[in-house]
């Protein structure tokens, strides 16, 4: 696994041992979907289709842009109700590549403007919250203001 | 001994905080490109100018502002340095959905034990 952020694009790769044609369908099955990215899932999978991803409290909404079995998928990734990251106003692309037995997935962040960046972060159940934070929501228990914001707010 | 205060390392979280409310971001989005006054940027809300304040305050003490004097005025712009650790975060959050991706596929797909030769 690696990752690197290049002018505001992420790119995230993995090394998956299963060929493409086993993997695509967890971008596109909203059942599969839900078995490593959000809760729920409601999934279009064509172009201009639906692709909607309720994550707890954050629901990242998009649309299909790409669905190119088994290769290639791309969506629209926004909030609804966020100015900081709308709907369709990043993209993320997925390109499964045969490697051997297996599949690398390249996975390619677009049109994230800094201050947006600056609000995700990740690590699973941890991150999620941060993530939520992210997009406007407001964040989980543990991020209550620190003393210094309090002292601030009085 | 150099006298001078350098600015006191940020911890990301502490700046996801100040980050954690829409105003805030507002303020932010307001100084991205251009020095504003407190007074200019409190034009731009409905909340009393001491609102604004604390939320510049929140925003300086998270790194996220810098501030110079001119004159009587105080003059505010986005400090991009502030989120670099928090971009350094935010590249965490696709490869560990992609783990998780990983995970899924290779126990719901087990491979068969590779036979000997």
Redesign the interface.
């Known amino acids: ?5 290049r002018n505001d694009v ?1 790119v ?7 060929p493409p044609e ?2 695509f369908p ?1 971008f596109t099955d909203p059942a ?1 979907i839900v ?3 959000g809760d729920l899932a409601e999934l279009d999978p064509q172009a201009g289709g639906v692709f909607s991803l309720d994550m707890g409290q954050v629901t990242a909404h998009g649309a299909y842009i790409t669905v190119d079995p088994p290769y290639r998928v791309a969506f629209s990734w926004g909030i609804p109700g966020s ?2 990251l709308p709907p369709g106003g990043s993209t993320v692309e997925v390109v499964l590549t045969p490697d051997g ?1 297996g599949t690398m ?1 390249v ?1 390619t ?1 677009r049109g ?1 403007r ?2 947006d ?8 159940e941890h ?1 999620l919250g ?2 939520r ?2 997009v ?1 929501l ?2 989980p228990e543990y ?1 209550t ?2 003393a ?2 309090r002292r ?2 009085r | 001994m150099d006298e001078r205060k350098q600015p006191a390392p940020v911890a990301p979280d502490a700046v996801l905080r100040a980050l954690a409310d829409p105003h805030r971001r507002q303020i932010l989005r307001l100084v991205q490109h251009a020095e504003l006054p407190a007074g200019q940027i409190a034009a731009s809300f409905t909340l009393t100018q001491q609102a604004v304040s604390q939320h510049i305050g929140v925003l300086s003490q998270a790194g996220l502002l810098t501030e110079r004097r001119e004159g009587t005025r105080r003059l505010y712009a986005l400090n991009h340095q502030a989120l670099e650790p928090v971009r350094e975060l935010l590249s965490e959050f696709w490869p560990d959905a992609l783990r998780r991706l990983k995970k899924a596929v290779e126990t719901a797909h087990p491979r068969p034990p590779k036979r000997q030769p």
């Open positions: 696994m690696t990752a690197e952020i992420i995230a790769t993995e090394r998956i041992e299963a086993v993997v967890y599969l078995t490593w990215i100015c900081t037995d997935v996975l962040h994230l800094a201050a960046i600056g609000t995700h972060r990740a690590g699973w991150r941060l993530l934070v992210a406007g407001g964040g991020l203001p620190s210094a914001e601030h707010a």
